[in-house]
Nanobody, 118 residues
Framework: VQLQASGGGLVQTGGSLRLSCTSSGSIDSINEMGWYRQAPGKQRELVATITTGGVTKYGDSVKGRFTISSDNAFTTVLLRMTSLRLEDTAVYYC?????????????WGQGTQVTVSS
């Protein structure tokens, strides 16, 4: 599974950005995709995920501000980020997961930097 992320950049507080992540390769068994982020000196944390069934999950700090969606083929997920805050500054990582009887196989994309400035 390969994940290609795009859409990061520099934005002022209160602004908006959209991140995109497209999967390719052996993706038939992928049943969840989403985003995590990691700020300098902090642990990687959940931003948002979505399942093939459309079930979404958000980190507490982004609820009400970020929206995750996917295309019908579940090959691309979008993260719409609004009302951005300084503390949203981080490297955002796309993730794809395959939950199967053996456990959960996770695949990570390269990070994309999001910087929110005052």
């Amino acid at each position: 599974v390969q994940l290609q992320a795009s859409g990061g950049g520099l934005v002022q507080t209160g602004g908006s950005l959209r991140l995109s992540c497209t999967s390719s390769g052996s993706i038939d068994s992928i049943n969840e995709m989403g985003w995590y982020r990691q700020a300098p000196g902090k642990q990687r944390e959940l931003v948002a995920t979505i399942t093939t069934g459309g079930v979404t999950k958000y980190g507490d700090s982004v609820k009400g501000r970020f929206t995750i969606s996917s295309d019908n083929a579940f090959t691309t997920v979008l993260l719409r980020m609004t009302s951005l805050r300084l503390e949203d500054t981080a490297v955002y990582y796309c993730i794809a997961a395959d939950s199967n009887p053996r456990g959960i196989d996770r695949f990570w994309g390269q990070g994309t930097q999001v910087t929110v400035s005052s």
